[in-house]
């Protein structure tokens, strides 16, 4: 059964740092691409990062770049989104979710993910 499980979430003060995991079992990490969505209340998913598959190249949306690092353990079968420079925000959740088969660049597009997780929640305040 192929299963993500994110954890690393937490309450931290505007300015701080987070590492999120999203651990896999069921499948490799490196067989698909992963990614890492965001869920703020009230609004849509959106994507934030991903991982390619095989090659590990990754994309970022322009509003991380410089403060998400997204990385891959394949020996832990665990994908990490290192987060830098926390703005303060409501309680969001970010996912991180599995697919699709495309080699190449990995795409951000929440609808062409298929396999999600239960999600972590930051908060980010003083």
């Known amino acids: 059964q192929l299963q993500l499980v994110e954890s690393g979430g937490g309450l931290v003060q505007p300015g701080g740092s987070l590492r999120l995991s999203c651990a896999a079992s069921?499948?490799?990490?490196?067989?698909?691409?992963i990614g890492w969505f965001r869920q703020a209340p009230g609004k849509e998913r959106e994507g934030r990062s991903c991982i390619s598959r095989n090659g590990g190249s990754t994309t970022y949306a322009d509003s991380v770049k410089g403060r998400f690092t997204i990385s891959r353990d394949n020996a832990k079968n665990t994908v990490y989104l290192q987060i830098n420079s926390l703005k303060p925000e409501n309680p969001t959740i970010y996912y991180c979710?599995?697919?699709?088969?495309?080699?190449?660049?990995?795409?951000?597009?929440?609808?062409?993910?298929?396999?999600w997780g239960q999600g972590t929640q930051v908060t980010v305040s003083s």
């Open positions: 069921g499948f490799t990490v490196d067989y698909y691409n």
């Open positions: 979710a599995a697919g699709p088969l495309l080699s190449g660049q990995c795409p951000l597009p929440t609808t062409l993910y298929k396999y």
